[in-house]
């Protein structure tokens, strides 16, 4: 097993409306930096929706709309994505 000193904090559940598999099974992945999430999202296929949950807040801070817009969720606290550094996803 191998472990790592700095934990990806940011999950991934996404799925097809039609085929949701609930919970733990639309998990698709965790990551350091929610760019990275949103990479992954855009490198998928036929995701019809998706939330990017930040672990140290227990909150989905992005979500996906029918619309094709991202927002927050609910009431997570509002975010400000850092600007990446140059080459970063």
């Known amino acids: 097993m191998s472990f790592r ?6 999950l991934l559940f996404g799925g097809q409306d039609f085929y949701p598999n609930g919970g733990w099974g639309d998990f ?3 990551f350091p930096t929610p760019y990275e999430a949103l990479a992954e999202i855009g490198s998928r296929d036929g995701l019809d929706w998706w939330h990017v949950v930040d672990t140290t807040t227990d909150s989905a801070i992005l979500t996906s709309h029918p619309d094709g817009r991202i927002g927050v969720w609910n009431d997570a606290p509002r975010i400000a994505l850092p600007t990446p550094k140059e080459g970063s996803p």
Do not use: A, N, Q, T
């Open 28 to 30: 698709l992945g965790s």
């Open 5 to 10: 000193s700095v934990p990806d904090v940011f």
